[in-house]
Nanobody, 118 residues
């Protein structure tokens, strides 16, 4: 059974930083592209960042230059370093795994809340 478990969420003031982590088990981590999505209250879930099996990265325009995604295949973890946070970044952040070949094989974590406010 596949488990994706996010951690590191919490409350931070505008301009602050947080680091999210996602630990994966039950899957061949190195064969999965890993992504972060987020969902703000009343809004649809949206893509945030991706790190693929070759360590290539990509970001939503709204977070480019402020967020950095990375993966550690030895520890089956993916991280999201978030800096210069603003209230618009407030959301539940979800870890997402997608098999690099069979892209219909996907998994979601339960999410971790990030709140940015003064």
């Amino acid at each position: 059974q596949v488990h994706l478990v996010e951690s590191g969420g919490g409350w931070v003031q505008p301009g602050g930083s947080l680091r999210l982590s996602c630990g994966a088990s039950g899957l061949t981590f190195g064969l999965h592209d890993m992504m972060w999505f987020r969902q703000a209250p009343g809004k649809e879930r949206e893509f945030v960042a991706i790190v693929n099996i070759n360590q290539g990265t990509g970001y939503a325009d709204s977070v480019k230059g402020r967020f950095a995604v990375s993966r550690d295949n030895g520890r089956n973890t993916v991280s999201l370093q978030m800096t210069r946070l603003n209230p618009a970044d407030t959301a539940v952040y979800y870890c997402h795994a997608r098999h690099y070949l069979n892209t219909e094989t996907t998994y979601w974590g339960q999410g971790t809340q990030v709140t940015v406010s003064s």
